[in-house]
């Protein structure tokens, strides 16, 4: 990691509630969140299902239903705030600036299009080329996703690729805008665990090979202790505890930090950790 004075990434006190409807009070979904993501650096974001991860990421993008208020002391992405950006800066930013992969790769492809041309697509939605050139540029997509026989691979459909090949197709399709910042939402529930782990190593290859900072988002402690440079534990809207990794799974400090380490599949005592949580 080489950490450069001004993050990529600087949240402050960000504080998201949804409107309530017919006269049901606001349910506030973020709390007083802060973190800071520099170039080069995994973040993980990690807690269990509503703690307002996901609500986290959309805002990021600026892609919060309308019945979402936000507020932050700072959330400025490259030094720039993000809640004051016009359209056309956010279109930007979206995809290009920030890039982002969410769990479901087959509802994020279009079923009667040949994946190539998806990625194609994306190519040319940020940046002006010709046909040739998106599909040459489209094919070293694939090629840095890993994915064999990118050649061929190009012509298929997404229904006729695995679940993993389709997860390395929306992340071509992700960097297809050569972001800055990647946000990963839960990249890898939807798959198998070797799966899982072959996906996992990618991302951390790819944010390490084009230098951007990385977002990863997961309910899985276990699935970040080898990839993220800190661990950001939320739960009911509000950040518990945020460290380097090693130091957060060598000796978690907060109660509810080891609950969520000792409920890991595998991992020995369950017990009075996670009844105090339950
Ligand atoms: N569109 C919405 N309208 C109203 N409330 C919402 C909306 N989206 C999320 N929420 C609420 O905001 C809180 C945070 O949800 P969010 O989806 O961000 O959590 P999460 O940690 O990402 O969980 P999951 O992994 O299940 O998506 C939850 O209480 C959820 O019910």
């Known amino acids: 990691m080489s950490p450069s004075a001004t993050p990529l990434l600087r949240v402050e006190d960000l504080r998201i509630a949804y409107q309530g409807s017919q006269g049901r009070p606001d349910a506030v979904a973020v709390d007083g ?26 805002a990021l993008l600026r892609l919060l239903p309308a019945s979402a208020r936000i507020r932050a002391r700072r959330l400025d992405f490259e030094g720039r705030g993000l809640l004051t950006l016009d359209e056309r800066a956010l279109r930007s930013v979206r995809g290009g600036g920030i890039g ?5 790769a087959l509802s994020a492809l279009n079923p009667i299009m040949r994946v190539g041309d998806q ?3 994306a190519v040319r939605l940020h940046r002006r080329c010709s046909a040739r050139e998106a599909r040459d540029e489209a ?26 090949m389709r997860q390395r197709i929306v992340i071509a399709m992700a960097l297809a805008g050569r972001p800055s910042l990647l946000v990963a939402d839960e990249p890898t529930t939807a798959l198998d665990v070797t799966i899982q782990a072959q996906i996992l190593t990618l991302l951390r290859s790819l944010q390490r090979e084009l230098d951007m900072g990385l977002l990863l988002i997961t309910h899985d402690l276990g699935v970040v202790a080898e990839m993220a440079d800190r661990v950001a534990v939320m739960r009911d809207g509000v950040c518990v505890e945020s460290r380097p990794a090693a130091a957060l799974y060598a000796d978690p400090q907060h109660p509810y930090t080891r609950a969520l380490l000792a409920s890991r599949p595998g991992a020995a005592a369950i017990g009075a950790e996670w009844q105090a949580f339950a």
């Open 100 to 104: 982002m992969v969410f769990q479901d």
């Open 119 to 121: 990625v194609a697509e």
């Open 33 to 58: 969140l802060s973190f800071e993501i520099h170039r080069g650096e995994t973040l993980a974001l990690v807690g269990e299902s509503g703690c307002g991860k996901s609500t986290t990421g959309l």
């Open 139 to 164: 094919l070293a997509l694939l090629e840095r996703v890993r994915i064999p026989e990118a050649a061929r691979r190009m012509r298929e459909y997404p229904q006729r690729l695995s679940g993993g």
